[in-house]
Structures are given as structure tokens and as C-alpha cells.
């Protein structure tokens, strides 16, 4: 298995695809492998103290080797636990480690890790201390700019400074605060306001500390233009929902000479990895949920897509059928 030395990743996550738990699956990030040969993947969010206690560690852990480089993300905050965490995901092959201390779930903070442990910077260190002891992997961190009323510039500086004494390698920083009361995850994404200036401001005033921005990029200008500032752009929704229009990160991010993909091309790539899943057992449905979304923005495309969703759903999409469909697209020049 093809895994990264610990000194090129860090020029990798110049684009990443955010963690996002029912997306992010093993399935997805081998369509966004196929858009980009570079950008860093990362996994859902895996709750390390599950992972320790589960049998079943491979349903967590399991990844196609085309899919490096590939972070694994996550959520505790019991340093034993992660330890152990860390050390399987380096046996298991990942190239990076990534805590989640930006998800403002009720489940999760109930739980006492996730966003709420912004307001806890000294259990953060200790937890990325032993995220490392056991493991050569890099280790970062993804966090938000303040929880509730502790959003002051002052307390979010003092949080990365510690963080990274304690030897974290890179800081995905959404551009918003979180409310830990009063607005579900989905309302904490859209309603606290995006603050670029603070992340730009953060970077300035620690150029050595390796820092990512996320939050709200649609297009791959804007990424351009927050790359002069930072050392990396995370895109979560965007990249879910309109794939394809992040085919030119290679070229454009990573200089590669090559053509940007059509949505044919992705797909007729594809079907050896469906047909390999079918035949271990698995359904369409599982990979053509998210293969829908490559199809988008062109005459006819919620045809296509009501046609594969109703036809996997029902377990009625033969392989001939998707290429029929498929050729029907590409003849269209899509
Ligand atoms: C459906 C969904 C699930 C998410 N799950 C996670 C997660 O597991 N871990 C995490 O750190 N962030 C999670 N996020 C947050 C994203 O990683 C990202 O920080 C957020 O969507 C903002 O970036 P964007 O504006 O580019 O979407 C999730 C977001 C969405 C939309």
C-alpha cells in the first residue's frame, strides 16, 4: 500500500476534502481521487473510544489503496484511548491523523470532545501528545475560531499556541465560532458568520505554524486567492454536492499538465470498482448515491440522476444499464 512520508503530506493538503460524516465514506473519496490525483482525503469522523471497543475494527478502518493521501479524523478526548487509536490507524496504513475539535453535535459534546473541547486547550495537548507517542504519523487538528462566548482573538491564539507545543503538525480552522447551545450542527454552519480575517490574522502572527482554512469556498478561484495568505483550503459541502467542479485542482493548485475529466469519463472509470463491490456483497446504492452528484448543471441531469437513484434504490441497475446511461452522457460531450 502506497503511504506518504510524513514531510510531503504537509504539501498535499494545499487542497483538502473536509471530514463529513454520511459522505466522506470509503466510496466517495474514491470518486474525488478520480477529480484529483493530490488533494488530501479524510475519512467521517470515527469516535476512537468505538474503534478500540468494536470487533468489527475493518467496517471503521478499511480503504482502497488508491485513496492516499488520506487523513483519518477522531472525535474523543480520553488520551489512553486515542493512543491505542492512533497506533491502529498507522498499522492500518493511513498517512495522517486528524482531531476533531470542531463538531458543535449535541451527541458529540455530550460525549465532552468535539467543539466543546476548545474551551479545554490543556486536554487538547495531552491529547494530541498521545495521538503521537506511539505513531510516526503527522497529527492535526480541525477546530473552529470560539465556542459560545469564549470567541475572543486572545483565547483562539492561546489555543493553537498550546495545541501546537504539544506538536501538532497542521490547524484546519473553520472560520467560525460555534454555538454549543441553541443551534443544531447544520444551523452551526451557516448561521455564525465566516471570519476569514481571523484565520489571515492567526497565520500572520504564527507564519510557522502550518495553517488551513475552511468554511464557505465554492470554487477554486477563491482557494487560489486564500493560498496566498494560508498553506491550505479545506472544502467540505461543495465538494459533495458539485464534485466535478473541482476537476481542476491538479492542474491548477498542483500544476499537473493534464485535461480536466468529464463526468462520462469519471464514471466509465468507475465500474470495475461497482462491479468489485457488488461482487463482495455490496449494493449500487451504496456508490451511486454519491456518483449522482457528478452529474449536475447540464440539460437533462435530474433525469439521469431520478433515473440511477430510483433504479439503485430498488437494486434494479445493471452494470449495462449505467453504461448505457453513461455513453447516452458522454455522446452529449458531458
Ligand atoms: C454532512 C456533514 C457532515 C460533517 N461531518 C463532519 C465530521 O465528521 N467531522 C468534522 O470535523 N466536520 C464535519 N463536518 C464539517 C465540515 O468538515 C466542514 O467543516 C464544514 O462543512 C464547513 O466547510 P464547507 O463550508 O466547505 O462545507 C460536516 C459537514 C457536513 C455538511
Not at 138 to 150: A, L, M, N, S
Not at 170 to 191: D, E
Not at 229 to 244: C, E, F, H, T
Amino acid at each position: 500500500m502506497k503511504s506518504y512520508p510524513i514531510n510531503s503530506i504537509n504539501n498535499l493538503h494545499k487542497i483538502s476534502v473536509a471530514p463529513m460524516m454520511d459522505c466522506t465514506d470509503k466510496h466517495f473519496r474514491m470518486i474525488m481521487r478520480k477529480i484529483s490525483s493530490k488533494a488530501l482525503l479524510y475519512t467521517e469522523m470515527i469516535v476512537a473510544q468505538s474503534l478500540i471497543y468494536t470487533e468489527k475494527k475493518e467496517k471503521f478502518l478499511d480503504f482502497n489503496p488508491e485513496e492516499h493521501p488520506l487523513s483519518i479524523q477522531f472525535g474523543g478526548d480520553n488520551p489512553k484511548i486515542l493512543q491505542e487509536a492512533a497506533k491502529m490507524a498507522q498499522d492500518w496504513g493511513y498517512d495522517e491523523i486528524n482531531f476533531n475539535v470542531g463538531c458543535p453535535s449535541p451527541r458529540v459534546c455530550s460525549g465532552n470532545f468535539g467543539a466543546s473541547l476548545m474551551k479545554e486547550p490543556t486536554r487538547v495537548a495531552r491529547c494530541i501528545e498521545s495521538l503521537k507517542k506511539n505513531c510516526n504519523l503527522p497529527v492535526t487538528i480541525k477546530h473552529r475560531i470560539g465556542v459560545d462566548d469564549e470567541d475572543s482573538f486572545e483565547k483562539l491564539d492561546s489555543f493553537v499556541k498550546e495545541v501546537a507545543s504539544a506538536g501538532a503538525d497542521r490547524f484546519t480552522v473553520h472560520a467560525r465560532k460555534a454555538f454549543l447551545k441553541g443551534l443544531n450542527p447544520k444551523q452551526n454552519r451557516r448561521i455564525p458568520p465566516l471570519k476569514y480575517d481571523v484565520v489571515q490574522q492567526l497565520k500572520k502572527i504564527n507564519p510557522k505554524i502550518l495553517i488551513e482554512i475552511n468554511g464557505g469556498f465554492t470554487n477554486i478561484d477563491q482557494c487560489i486567492k486564500a493560498l496566498n495568505d494560508l498553506d491550505g483550503v479545506m472544502i467540505g459541502r461543495s465538494a459533495y454536492k458539485y464534485p466535478l467542479r473541482w476537476s481542476e485542482i491538479d492542474q491548477k493548485i498542483y500544476g499537473k499538465n493534464i485535461s480536466s475529466k468529464k463526468a462520462s469519463e469519471i464514471i466509465f472509470s468507475l465500474v470495475p470498482y461497482i462491479e468489485k463491490h457488488l461482487k463482495n456483497g455490496g449494493k449500487t446504492w451504496d456508490i451511486c448515491k454519491h456518483l449522482i452528484n457528478l452529474v449536475e448543471g447540464i440539460p437533462k441531469a435530474k433525469i439521469w440522476r431520478n433515473t440511477i437513484s430510483t433504479r439503485s434504490l430498488k437494486q434494479d441497475l445493471s452494470m449495462e444499464y449505467l453504461i448505457k446511461l453513461t455513453t447516452e452522457l458522454q455522446k452529449e460531450g458531458y
